[in-house]
Antibody
Framework: EVQLVQSGAEVKKPGESLKISCKTSGYSFTDYWIGWVRQMPGKGLEWMGIIYPGDSDTRYSPSFQGQVTFSADKSISTAYLQWNSLKASDSAIYYC?????????????WGQGTLVTVSS | DVVLTQSPLSLPVALGQPASISCRSSQSLVYSDGNTYLNWFQQRPGQSPRRLIYKVSHRDSGVPDRFSGSGSGTDFTLKISRVEAEDVGVYYCMQGTYWYTFGQGTRLEIK
């Protein structure tokens, strides 16, 4: 069974750094794109970008370019989303999701989400 | 950028009645390989999104057959033949032809 298990909720102050994780299992981690999606409180879904763990090819939506960094550790089948300097407006739920089926330009299943709260 | 416009944004439906959600794209979603990469997701309250339909009409495993997707080019529809209580939530269309974008979401509630 394919599973994506995300790290727990975080509470941070503006200006702090953060790295959240998405641990995968049940498939070949290096063969499928991983996507990241933001959902701000009470709002819809926003596509942040994708990473291909096989070669770390990374692509960002324009709104998120330069604001976040994706990475992946093949040895532990885990993808990461990182901020160097958080802002209050980064407060949201962040989901990871896996390309499926291969080459479908679509994504499922999804992780359970990581709630990030940024407040002074 | 491709913009997906869903309607209605709010959809009250009585149990057992049909429901229909429209998703219109600002550009044709036919990709150069001939496929149309239009998906539908369901997000139940407090849960992660779950894909229902990919490539316009391919139903995901485990998705009840009361859900169906149709359409072509720029106009797409998600239909629920008979709404059940577990269908309450927000439904999103998403395109994967030109990068990835979501519609605004349609909130389905029981009337």
């Amino acid at each position: 069974e394919v599973q994506l298990v995300q790290s727990g909720a975080e509470v941070k102050k503006p200006g702090e750094s953060l790295k959240i994780s998405c641990k995968t299992s049940g498939y070949s981690f290096t063969d499928y794109w991983i996507g990241w999606v933001r959902q701000m409180p009470g709002k819809g879904l926003e596509w942040m970008g994708i990473i291909y763990p096989g070669d770390s090819d990374t692509r960002y939506s324009p709104s998120f370019q330069g604001q976040v960094t994706f990475s992946a550790d093949k040895s532990i089948s885990t993808a990461y989303l990182q901020w160097n300097s958080l802002k209050a407006s980064d407060s949201a739920i962040y989901y990871c999701t896996k390309e499926s089926p291969e080459g479908s330009r679509s994504f499922d299943p999804w992780g359970q989400g990581t709630l990030v709260t940024v407040s002074s | 950028d491709v913009v997906l416009t869903q309607s209605p944004l709010s959809l009250p439906v009585a149990l057992g009645q049909p429901a229909s959600i429209s998703c219109r794209s600002s550009q044709s979603l036919v990709y150069s390989d001939g496929n149309t990469y239009l998906n539908w997701f369901q997000q139940r309250p407090g849960q992660s999104p779950r894909r229902l339909i990919y490539k316009v009409s391919h139903r995901d495993s485990g998705v009840p057959d009361r859900f169906s997707g149709s359409g072509s080019g720029t106009d797409f529809t998600l239909k629920i033949s008979r709404v059940e209580a577990e269908d309450v939530g927000v439904y999103y269309c998403m395109q994967g032809t030109y990068w990835y974008t979501f519609g605004q979401g349609t909130r389905l509630e029981i009337k």
